[in-house]
């Protein structure tokens, strides 16, 4: 008797972890569909965040965390996503200097109300291509 009650134990210790485990699995997958659906950011944010750029790379600290950051920022979150699969070829380094200019063509867009444009995202992807944290 003490045998059959130990094997219902255990199964029923089996089923529920089942449970438990396809519920995390249930709630991992929602989360990571909320996230790739997560909603882009707005102008207001990425033009303090591009400007941020730019001051950055005037104080020559693209080296650093902050500009990390900043940097994937801008490149993840403005604009409409990219619906081209972007070739994961070797970035061509450009200096401080045309990465400055870079980042204010993309402030200059987002003042001029075109950051939902495809003149933006190529605005974007070249700033990602040629001014990638060192």
């Not at 396809?22 to 944010?45: E, K």
């Not at 650093?64 to 994961?88: F, K």
């Not at 380094?93 to 001029?112: F, S, T």
Request: glycine share 6%; hydrophobic share 45%.
């Amino acid at each position: 008797m003490e045998f059959m009650r130990r094997d219902h134990m255990l199964r029923r210790n089996i089923f529920t972890k089942g449970i438990l485990g396809l519920r995390a699995v249930t709630a991992a997958a929602v989360i990571c569909t909320a996230a790739a659906a997560a909603p882009r950011s707005n102008p207001a944010s990425c033009r303090e965040a591009a400007n941020g750029l730019i001051s950055l790379l005037d104080a020559q600290k693209d080296d650093g965390a902050l500009y990390r950051d900043t940097y994937a920022v801008v490149v993840t979150t403005c604009g409409p996503a990219s619906r081209t699969p972007r070739p994961a070829a070797a970035p061509s380094r450009v200096g401080r200097a045309q990465c400055r200019g870079l980042a204010a063509a993309m402030v200059d867009l987002i003042e001029d109300d075109k950051m939902k444009s495809g003149e933006f995202v190529r605005a974007r992807e070249a700033f990602a291509d040629a001014c990638t944290p060192r």
